[in-house]
Structures are given as C-alpha cells and as structure tokens.
C-alpha cells in the first residue's frame, strides 16, 4: 500500500466499518432473510428517517452485503450465511459488539499510546458487573459464540480427542465451543467453567443445541478456585486477556488441575514477530485497549509457560479458517 489512493481508502476506513455496523444495528439483514424489499418498505419495516437510506443500502450493494433487482434489495449470499441469526457461524454479536464497544475504544489509540493504560478495562469486576445484566450479558455472550464458532469446528479434529474421555473448558462462557466438541465427539464429557451468573445462558444453549447433561456448568473464578477434573483442560480466547505472570498463573493452574497424560489446549491470534500478520496484530491492540494486562503473544512464549509450568510442549498449528494458532502441551 503505497499510492495515495490506498492511502486515502484506508483513511476512511471506519466509514465502511461504521456502514456495516449500523446495518446489523438496526436489524436489515435480519428482516431481509425472508426476502427482498424496497428502500420504502425497509424504511417502513425499521422506522428509519428516508434521507440517509438510499445511499446506504447501495454502499452495501458496492461492499457486496446486499444485491439489488430494479428496486428490491436482498442479502447477499455471504450476509444470509454470516449476518442473520442462525447460521451455520452468525457474526453479527461479534459486529455488535465492534460497533457499540470497540469502536469507540479504538478511537482513544492515541491517547492510549502515550499512557498505556486500558481504555475500556474488563477485568473480573467489570465482568460480574455486565454479567449481573441479562440484556449485556446475552449480547456478550452473542459476541463471543461470534469469536469462537469458527474455531471450535476446527478444535473437533486439530485435536486427536479420541485418545480422552472428558475435558473442561475453562473460561468457556455460556459453552459454545463445549457443545461443537460434543457434538462432534459423542463420547466426551464436557464441562464449563465460567463466573456463576453466566449459567442461566448456559442452560439456555445447552437446551437450545441440545447438550444438556452432555456439557455440566461449574461456576467459579479460574485464578482461586480449584479447575474441574478433566483430561483436557482448554483456555480459548483466555490467556490474551492477562499479564504475562498471570498467563503462567493460569498454565501452572492447569498442570495442576490435569491426571498424568492429560493435555493443556489453548487458542489465540498468536503473534508471528518473524512474519507479521496485521490481522493478529490488531487483535493484540484491541486487547490491549480492553484489558489491564493483556495482549496476544507468541507460540514461543506460550511454549516457556508450559515447560516452565511442567509440561511437554507437543505443537501448535494456525487454524486455515480465521485468525487462531492452537497450541497443545502435554503432562507427563
């Protein structure tokens, strides 16, 4: 990216980012799963103001979000797989939470620069705070299944899970990957641990995937209380969020909690400082931005926790679908 006209688009960047925000913020690609419309029954059917929405819905025409026959607009073929609730992986929580959150966040990048300091901390107090809010909490929850999903149907077959019977997966939230697991491995017993408010919207899911009694909740914070017995410990989408003592905390945490031949699984962007990879590095910023501590890290430094912590360093493997590196470690 040299000339000035990449320059100039990755100048206003944010504008198609925000154009895309605000589509799956007033709810356009859901209403137009059942089928095209026109602006003025889009307008009609959203309680949009006219002005703005013909511009808007052909700048998701040119994005490739939306078709347009003569009058009518639809989805297009990746909006109806992605951006309507229901599919196969939805990633409209994770753009609402972009838009109302890290958005706004990102826009203190300068000011962060020059402090360090977080500008929207989520640490464990503000995480019982949002839990302790059923609208918030189904909206981050909705979030991370958005993270995850494309993950944990890779996690089914990186992993060689038919050499275990159980495994927990700590910090799981309201079990999303846990049920992919099950599903995909009916043999499993799965487990999740999370803060104890999230657990209504544990069972909701474990209703709603059909999981229950296959994945068990076990409430509790993952620095002070004891992790469940399991032969597979996974921290997903986990270590990001802390200091580097706390990622050894957490690994030495696991080895503890694991019987001989048991196995610590864990993904991230993991950052490669031979071959920068921006994706990888703005999930690093975007951590940083949001936590006290944290940051994405490398395959190396992840491997001296583990071998620091006990255990055998097996490998780790960039996931060919979205931006995770899963790292696999061994208890002797």
Known sequence: MTDAAAISRLNTGYAEARILHSAVEVGLFELLSDGPLSAAEIVSRLELHPRLVGDFLNALVALGLLTRDGRQYANSTVSQEVLVPGGP???????????????????KLTEALRDGEPKAAMGLGAMERLYSDPALARAFFAHMDANNAVVALQLATVVDWSSYKSFVDAGGARGNVAATLVKAHPHLRGSVMDLGKAEPLF???????GTTGSVVFHPGDFFTDDLPAADVIVYGHVLHDWS?????????????ALPSGGALVVYD?????????????????NVALLSEGGSEYTVAEFRAWAEKAGFRFDRAERLPRGNDTVAIAHKA
Request: proline share 2%.
């Open 89 to 107: 992986v939805f990633l409209g929580g994770r753009v609402k939470a972009t838009a109302q959150r890290h958005y706004h966040t990102w826009g």
């Open 269 to 285: 962007q993991m950052l490669d400082e031979e071959s920068p990879d921006l994706r990888s590095l703005v999930g690093s910023l």
């Open 203 to 209: 069972d909701e899911l474990m209703a709603e995937r």
């Open 244 to 256: 580097a003592e706390q990622c050894q905390v957490l690994v030495e945490r696991a080895y503890q």
